[in-house]
């Protein structure tokens, strides 16, 4: 199964039988089928309908919504409920909501309202999945489970509970050998901080003033541990009763509360659940970027999330849930520009992705998403994103038809990796000056950008990850001071780009005894021996032209850097295959150097026009048009698409060569 | 009484006696009177005074304060204490406090400290008001009562106390047939949210995410009928022990978090409270409108208000406190332009108040609103604020005086109404995008504002009103789906403008099965299949130079639209006289919008000068100059004022034709 | 030692030997001693290390630590722990805790952990103050001991605990004869709130609405004299115990939520913790000061509260804690421009600091302020800031080698004296509008600038300082109308400048029955008979180009006001020596009135370049350049620094004829 899926993309959509009339499941499964609809999700919310009366289990239902799926020709992914614990549960286990950092419940009446760290909810879950693994596990419609829903979302990762409390305690109790071992590690002599027990220990939360960010990186390290073993009480299941199917969770957009690398072990397959018109009015976008993409979403959103999930396991995705219309969550919700509901589709195809799933198939009429899309409307006739659908999965199959296509869904080979550690992230996070107006994820996504503005395709990947096929790796996030990531990184060919706060932390969240870059010193001779943290309305310039803002380190090195900043601050270190960026340049400076460099390393690069973005696989090159302009392309090999590409349309082209101009005058 | 009050407008204004030393009384009643004063409202804060120790009542000094007033030939409006429970109270009824959404109880120190729903308050108000009512229901000074004071000022409906929890449920209990039934009306299943039994329903509040629109509906439902049976619970003692006089309720400004028609049945009319310069910095204004009004508040702030309240009782309307002069509570507390507190006065009459009374007589030197002035300062001297009541006394019984006057305040009848329908308003707010730059109730306000730009005078009437005598009926608030409603308006013979969201939602927050605008689809073939709201720098423009904001509509109909959007979204759809204007226009294209509307329905409406507005009773036309240009009126009939209004000046001329002009070079 | 202090000035620098290996101690002492360094602070956070388990005193590391800075030429300062009480504490006394207004416990894992009502806690401080004062009291090295660690610092003076609520409830009732007292000096008939016992006497805080002004200001008030009794518990101990030594605690910038004069009476010495460019984003700079001074610091910033701790102790002031570097805890960090680290080292020498300690020797590799500079790397290499005091430690013992130099250090007298008035501040904030852009003690600094940019010196000072010395007095924060400081400013010669809102409030928050400015009528006959708050986007202008923004009052007078705003109303009344200045004129016209005022009573003012300021000693002229342009200083009598002055640089010139002039072409 999973070999099929990877030369042969489907369509999916997100289903819920429980929602509309038993007479209608035949024939919305046809309806699907007939689209080029191919899988279907469903299941994931249903508890209540599982088991209305505690105990009592009703699958009859469920049992025939698959028959009905199944026969029609879908393949389902089945997900386990246990993100809407039904309102019984709560009588049942009074204390297994997540507690705030105010110490306040977080209630019944939505989603997600449990604790990762309250284990007789595991047992109910353990109960609920083995039922449904047993009931479904080898049906031959199932060809993957879902675990549960968008882990974390509405910022429920942490809980503040007394469970939680007595977890972190034996974490913390498990991670060093001694108590005196913890305050020395963790510096509590500062402040007259030292415990004299484990069981002394608080959550780095609710004090005076900030607490130790050792303790912060601690307690973040146990919830993102937490999320792991909750994982696992579902999988370990899942592989013993339902043998060959996929694993896979639907992550989210813009989300790194969590090590999403730590859940992959144990799945495999990433999933997401892209919304781009909705993360444009909250991942940081200027209100400029907001206007200009206010219809098709930041041309770069989407596929950094495809190509981080894709690093997950892998190479292995898909795309669980993709907005089909306007939602319903976000401060405003505009309409997609016609066409970007398929236009969509193609771009995360050409990411490699196995499933593309739209979400949902019927528009609800009732409670918290019913202003949010569907594919069909509340009346359940087909909305323009069904249309959209209907369009993508024909031109899909006619493709896939063809012999010669094979190669076209085949991912080409990255030159560039963009290493991405969250712990590194949290790291820099809870010691992150200026936030409103600089976070380090989000400089991260500009230098994919940067890259991405360039024509250069990156692949995004944990530390583990086999470095040997890439000419570049770059590292924005890697702030833990980590030697077997370094030695990884001496051991490959690659030219490898520290950029600001690389190895600037212990792993207890302290500053290493050399300074940064700590152990990545070996690398190259570079000494951080002051950062600075500036406001958004600084700029630093150097001769060049490049521009840093937000955050310079200035450096002590045997090495004579490469320029100065006006104030003579020097800037960009380089030995041999080793550079060291110390500072944050912005995006158009970014854009600048890095042309140079992979000029230096021959690394092709191409200045596409505004909001154009191009993604190669093997057979084809992708040409995406998220600007406000339409393009030219000249060339003589399209296959999808047309040469001239308005807003919101794409082309696929042979590989060859190619140009692309704005249309603008 | 009421028809006096019909065709005598009456000064009045609020005094606390028991804040003075007893022997100023006379002379403070004497010089009221002397000012051309005729009402005093008193004694809606004097519960410590009135029974200091619990069970102990102490009447004399209040019976020796009416006796005072009454004697000076002062009509007394006498407040019920409830908005304020003496400290012991709460001895008595530890559980009596408000809770707020996060669990923490309003406290004792200022004053509202009481939950809607803890009926051993409700026995304490019945007592306190029964005595009052007793000792003075029969008093010949005593025209009116007035209950409580500002029910929901300081946001005090909701509370989330035990015994709301507790009413809330058995309101439900009430409402729906069964649990299954009210799982089914809100959709529970959507999230797994099914309740087994009524008793495990929560507030809509302190969930994970946000909580089912259909459960925050009900729950705001049910807080607004606890506001009318807590005010019925005074209302009755009150009709039975003092017959024959007016019961009122002061209303506040821009305020709808309880249905104010509701409350109205058990009221006899209506009453609010106005402060212009305060609303201002409070009620959505621009920041230049902020600069623009700064010393005359908006030109449509009080005037809309006057409207709305005038609705509620059949055209009885009270102005019960205006500003005196700079008050204490907005962030920023300028004087009024010299002028205004006459100014002011003449507006309301010009809408058809009965009595307009100022707030508060003197300064106080102490408490919360030391910095409130009065019509006297705190050293008894009477403020610039009284200098300008006297002046205005000594107009209105000078005009009252000649019989040719008798029609000067008689109300006119207008040609347009705009139906407020406070359900509808909480329906839109629960989904309500972009809220921070885009309400509903400030949406109905620019539409009123954009009438009045032209000269057109409005009713703001409910839902239940008499549209027999409008040729134009507006609707912005008629968010439910609404048949009975639906059925007046075939019946009627106005021209009907539905706004967007007009019968987008059933009664239970729910999209209506045929979409919206749900049962008025019936008024003309339209659906509404997808709806988008924007930001506040997206404006979608027409051919005409229309331009929408916020919210669009697209629309699918056998009618061809008037226009479309310049990116093809057809819009404004008329049959006969029924007309669906989908989406929201910025307020200069209402008024254009508007212009041609009305003309064609021969309407007659006068563009403006800038600040300009003008009022028409059956016996004159009033002019009011809020705008920072004096102007010039031609006509050869005024009767108040002249024909060169400076700002903050207004005339009012005998009916006839006039025009005015701007004197801006 | 109090006398060679005043003659001598002397840096120091903060230490924490328990931080670092015993093995460095004798080595970190000498480098200092080497660097001019000779005083150490050392002790205040060392609580966990003094007593890690209850009851068990390990003081045998402190004495080594004390004997080896001692053996190296240093003197000690000795903190108290009394900030950061061990975690053990807390199972002690698990009702020490401050609460928050919300009810939340402010928890363990930072510091200043204590509610100040809360009296075991007292016991705890004097036991462990005691036992320190016993071992060190009379130790050689020891030359002053501090009290606790910024008092208040993190919000943390007020407590809603119930120990505070017992103990404001005690204080209300030694305050007031009786209950009925307290009601009518309240003025709590206002809205029922009268009392009928002391012990119903709450917060002010969690009321429906604002909660009454008297109410507020009481608990301020007893809040404040917590803080005096707290810190009595440590200096009653060690008056008796370390006789001789200086007491002293280290107050904070832009702080007043205590009386600090009330605190300094039982202290010998005042100092405070001064971090320049931390304070540039947090004190209400606009963002064009903050771009303009983001690497100087704001140029009146240090030397406000230089001059204002040096009024707290009869002129006797330590620097204790100066900003060496790039700091953790602003919204950004950037790095002082090259130099300023002895700038501001200077610039407090100029102030009349005896003591100016740099904060801290060594940047910590752990914990919250890892990222706080020291003036070592936490390598222990000497930083920047650490080679920029070695050059300080030379010069100035250098220059106090020369017996010529005696007068440098010797403080001039100042002829201006500005009035604090913490009380005062507090009853204006309680009742200010518009609080965002407009702050009282703001607008103190903006009086004091205006001064300052005139290059006129001043002292600022309690009320109960003597004023026989001063041409001027200058009050803004004076707004309780008080008998005795009014018979004082009559006794004086002074000319005296009362600013708006002087007088404005009885000492129980309320107006005073003659209005404002209350007794203050007696210096001049003007009343204020109306009062407004302006937005920031209003200005009032005169014929004379003053302008005023955010408060203005009308004043009733017999006396002709010196011009009057565009809108009629009177401007600036004066009799004799007394002045009365109605409006908050903005900081241009504040330099333009004072040049006018200052130039009339024969005070020399010299119109300084843009962020240039002069400060005189009595042997010298100090010329500090915080401005973005080089400046030149023509004169022949330079003896630190030199003529051409570049951004951050300072010179010293012997008295006489001087000019100074910008660099900017």
Redesign the interface.
Known sequence: MTESFHSVPRLGVCYYP??WPEENWANDAKQMFAMGIRTVRIGE?????LE??PGVLTFDWLTRAIDSLHTAGLSIILGT?TA?????ML?KHPDML?IDE????????????YCFSYQPYWAECERIVTAMAKAYGEHPGIVAWQTDNEYG??D?IPSYSDAALKGFQQWCAKQYSSIDDLNTE???????????AFD?I?F????????????RLAFWRYSSDQVVAFNQVQTRILKKLSPGRDLVHNYMGNFTQFDHHAVAKDLTVASWDNYPLGFL?RDGYT?VE??TY?RTGHPDSSAFHHDLYRGCNHGRWWLMEQQP??V?W??????PLNGMVRFWGWEAIAHGAEVVSYFRWR?????????H?GLC???G?L??GGLEVSVLGEELLKLQAAKENDTVFQPAQASVALVLDYVGLEAQRI?Q??G?TFDPFRFAQQVYSACRQLGVDLDIIPTDADLSNYKVVLLTSNTISDASFCEKLKACSAHVVLMPRTGSKTS?N??????APGVFQSLLPVKV???????D??QLSTPMGWVAQ?WRE?IESSITPQTTFDDGVGFYYQQGRMHYVNACLNEPSLVDWLETFFKQRTIETIRLPSGVRIKKTQGATWVFNFGPDSIDIQTENIFIGSSRLPPGELAALRPGHFSVQSNDL
């Open positions: 429980e929602h919310f249903a508890w209540s309908r209305a009366t409920p809407t614990p039904p309102r019984w009588d997540a105010h110490g306040h419940a977080r209630g019944f009446g939505s989603r997600r309202h979302c509405h429920t963790w510096g509590n002599v500062f402040w007259s901080m030292e415990y004299n002394q608080g780095p939360v609710a004090a005076v003033t900030e607490t130790n960010p050792a303790h009015t209100e907001q206007a206010l219309g306007p319903n976000a401060p405003y919700n505009p309409a528009q609800a009429p009732y409670a918290q998403e019913q202003m899309t409307r509340p009346d006739t909305d323009s010691q000056p200026d409103k207890n302290g500053i290493p005894s050399q300074l021996i002051r950062s600075e943290s500036l406001p309305f600084v937000h200035t």
